[in-house]
T-cell receptor, first 114, second 114 residues
Framework: KAGVTQTPRYLIKTRGQQVTLSCSPI?????VSWYQQTPGQGLQFLFE???????NKGNFPGRFSGRQFSNSRSEMNVSTLELGDSALYLC?????????????FGNGTRLTVT | EDQVTQSPEALRLQEGESSSLNCSYT??????LFWYRQDPGKGPEFLFT???AGEEKEKERLKATLTKKESFLHITAPKPEDSATYLC???????????????FGQGTILTVHP
């Protein structure tokens, strides 16, 4: 069974630009969550999508947004990039609402903002 | 607000030298406590979920235990391939039907020397 797939693996952007990251969940998983990982703050929750609806949101500014498609694939967008947005962005999927289904993570997209 | 603190920040062991990692947490009703392993350049890999105090789970050289305030990850006779960052995370009952939000600790970097 294929795992969570994230593209691209690496991105270099300039301050002020915007970026879109993509995530394909494990087949059959309907919940997709996004996390930001930095050396200083660790892993921080961005948002969760289920059935194309945002179900939960972390404490990030409105520049961070996402969406989910009918096939459960998800994208996240960061507008007006800042230097502090440089991080590893991780996507995770799970069987929604199933207590015994933990989050399974992809290998992330490494975003560098210059 | 849920909080997770892991100790030590880094741990260096000789091959075969058993030890434990600690995860202290505060949460408004624990839905689950999760242990993940993360290798450099990769996303976190799921290890265990613990749901209630007194619960224990084992996998090869790893054993996770849970009390009402903390969890331990015991590593018995570690090998160099056990070297990784070990992450602890909690999920609270206040998140309702959202199962995608985890609060992570900063992790323990484990290095096992041959």
């Amino acid at each position: 069974k294929a795992g969570v797939t994230q593209t691209p693996r690496y991105l270099i952007k300039t301050r002020g630009q915007q970026v879109t990251l993509s995530c394909s969940p494990i087949s059959g998983h309907r919940s997709v969550s996004w996390y930001q990982q930095t050396p200083g703050q660790g892993l921080q929750f961005l948002f969760e999508y289920f059935s194309e609806t945002q179900r939960n949101k972390g404490n990030f500014p409105g520049r961070f947004s996402g969406r989910q498609f009918s096939n459960s694939r998800s994208e996240m967008n960061v507008s007006t990039l800042e230097l502090g947005d440089s991080a590893l962005y991780l996507c995770a999927s799970s069987l929604a609402g199933h207590r015994n289904s933990p989050l399974h993570f992809g290998n992330g997209t490494r975003l560098t903002v210059t | 607000e849920d909080q997770v603190t892991q100790s030590p920040e880094a741990l260096r062991l000789q091959e075969g030298e058993s030890s434990s990692l600690n995860c202290s947490y505060t949460v408004s009703g624990l839905r689950g406590l999760f242990w993940y392993r993360q290798d450099p350049g990769k996303g976190p890999e799921f290890l265990f979920t613990l749901y209630s105090a007194g619960e224990e789970k084992e996998k090869e050289r790893l054993k996770a235990t849970l009390t009402k305030k903390e969890s331990f990850l015991h590593i018995t006779a570690p090998k160099p391939e056990d070297s990784a960052t070990y992450l602890c995370a909690v999920q609270g009952l206040l998140d309702g039907t959202s199962y995608g939000k985890l609060t992570f600790g900063q992790g323990t970097i484990l290095t096992v020397h041959p």
